[in-house]
């Protein structure tokens, strides 16, 4: 797996190497590489409508050069990613690959991008690690610490002092859990007990029995958005929330896309995150309203934001370098990058390549016949905590 | 405590209404169907659209799901697994692999890969405490669906001519033959009717083991375990193979969740070094 990465990287690299600097091209070519089939499609048709929607409202010309969208699968699986990411730079000459729903699908991606000197932009996957594997990486989504480390103050701060943590044993729930265990535990908190599922778990009922039986205030979760649904229900069936205790976590559990589907099970859960839906800018009303017009059977979530600012991101760059498509260039002109994003106000680390913006704390509630993530605290300027604390 | 085996149990009983007709197709039959989840999968969509876009009841829904399953399953039997009976295991399971990728897209195609919930009426939901053990009132369902079963399956099996005929085919298909029974269409209405206690499970279990396209992959281990660690002469043996990884399986997670997901396969691998032909088979015959 790793040689053949390494292969398709070696090839990329001695194509596009050649062929870039002579970067008369009159096209920019953006390869977007996200799941369109399999278990993480939601989220792929998400990615997939927002920068399809950018592409509508600010038109394909940017810096006198014409820009294509290509748009291919990789089904969620990272041998795909990396064979697709390396097609599009050898092949189709892109300047930019984007996309990337999970950790895995990046990370087997990275070297590719060191080597073709491509910027890659991380739309979705959510580790701290992705930004440090290569410098031609930057990220536009959100930091699991960036959530967890809120939510671990929000908690401290309303009187809840003993949490067990729940959270699915692989890289991203590794850093939720330990950002927010390090956090609550600074301001004085106990963790009673770290419950870590394997991925493929079909059923949560023995795990939250153990919760039950240890009586904390609340339960922190992380899990990949499609099981939070489950796991909620069952938090109801075995009647913890009747025990008194909370259930609180990263915003993962109550994905917009889908939170309509878990019913009035979830109306009260607290989480910490970087977009609702229901955030009240104009900014945001504004992109709520067209993404719906454009696609009316979704609801724009957190990875419709990260595609539809990877875009901005992208076409900003490209403005600033007047067209130039050489790598570091492009790179250069994206570091500490500010916008005002429909999510609120955000930017681009310079020393990390990792995004800075504002984690607001949310309660679901229903408005109008549906579950939103209303939000009722912010916390601005939060940086990635996992790569502050390396320092 | 009683709690968590009450849980096994219910898990446990789910485990087994699903797994029973691979047993026979598997044990009875000698043909590796890796496709048996995918037939659990089609009753539990079954149940789902009915209920949710149709607004039938749900226990309605339930046996509509067996038969709907049992249909699927006797065309599937009739016109594709006919033609690989004497085959090698090699093609059974390219084959059967196959068909599950097949069923899984297609489900992804019209009905989306999210994971979906059957709406359950509301007297199903919650629990209750009884002697101080909190009892899901769904999981008591389960049990109480599955108890029902297993009764029915085993008057069928040794009271009926059905079942005799069946044990016959089983002990030994050319005497069986010679004696005129039509062995071809007793496998057949086997296959069927497996297929259909596995649609009912699939109906069944969605509210706990969570309905998606790629059901039948994430649970063909559990069903495979079930089959290997019962052995596949009885009812009985699967039967008690699957409250066994039940209980196993809840209490793995119960008491040590670090090493939880571990514990059904450590139980596998025990039963499968000590007793090969599985644990409660009833000496070997051939």
Known sequence: ?391 | MLTILFDGIAYGMLLFVISCGLAVTLGLMNFVNLAHGAFAMLGGYCAYVLVNFYGMPFFASLPVAFLFAAMIGLLAERSLYVHFYNRSHLEQVLFTIGFVFMTSALVDYFLGSQQRFINLPSYLQGRFDFFGVGVGKYRLLIILVCALIVIVLQLILGHTRFGSRLRAAVDDQRVARGLGINVNWVFALTFAAGCGLAGLGGALGAEILSLEPHFPLKFMIYFLIVVSVGGTSSITGPFLASILLGIGDVAGKYYAPRFGGFVIYTIMIVVLVLRPQGLFTRGTSK
């Open chain 1, 1 to 391: 797996m790793l040689r053949r990465s390494l292969l398709a990287a070696l090839a990329a690299t001695a194509l596009a190497g050649g062929t870039l600097p002579a970067a008369a091209q009159e096209t920019v070519k953006i390869g977007l590489i996200i799941p369109l089939t399999g278990p993480f499609t939601t989220t792929g048709k998400q990615l997939e409508a927002a920068a399809r929607l950018y592409m509508q409202q600010n038109g394909t010309t940017v810096a006198g050069k014409k820009i294509e969208l290509i748009v291919r699968d990789d089904a969620g699986r990272a041998e795909n990613t990396a064979r697709i990411a390396g097609e599009l730079i050898q092949n189709d000459k892109v300047s930019f690959i984007a996309g990337f729903g999970l950790t895995p699908l990046a990370m087997a991606t990275a070297p590719i991008a060191t080597n073709a000197k491509v910027p890659m932009v991380v739309m979705m996957a959510g580790t701290s690690i992705i930004t440090e594997r290569s410098p031609y990486i930057v990220r536009t989504s959100f930091t699991l610490g960036q959530s967890a480390v809120v939510i671990a103050d929000w908690a401290a701060k309303n009187k809840i002092k003993k949490v067990v943590t729940l959270v699915t044993d692989y890289a991203p729930g590794h850093d939720a859990e330990k950002s927010f265990v390090d956090q609550f535990k600074s301001k004085g908190g106990e963790i009673v007990e770290s419950i870590r599922v394997p991925i493929q778990n079909p059923d949560f009922a023995p795990f939250l029995q153990r919760v039950l039986d240890a009586k904390p205030d609340a339960l922190y979760v992380f899990t990949p958005s499609g099981q939070g649904s489950i796991l909620m229900k069952q938090f109801i069936e075995r009647g913890l929330d009747k025990s008194g205790i909370r259930l609180i976590g990263t915003g993962d559990i109550t994905d917009d896309d889908i939170l309509n589907g878990f019913g009035d099970a979830a109306i009260g859960v607290v989480t910490a995150h970087n977009y609702s839906t229901a955030h009240p800018s104009p900014k945001n009303q504004e992109y709520v309203a067209a993404f719906k017009k454009a696609n009316p059977s979704l609801r724009p979530n957190f990875a419709s934001v990260g595609a539809y600012d990877g875009m901005h991101l992208i076409y900003e760059a490209l403005k600033k370098t007047n067209g130039n498509t050489d790598g570091d260039a492009l790179l250069a002109a994206m570091k500490g990058m500010k916008w005002e994003s429909p999510r609120g106000p955000m930017s681009i680390d310079p020393e990390t390549r990792d995004i800075v913006q504002t984690i607001y704390i949310r309660k679901v509630e229903k408005k109008d016949g549906e579950l939103y993530n209303i939000e009722f605290e912010s916390f601005p300027d939060i940086k990635d905590p996992v790569k502050a604390a390396k320092k």
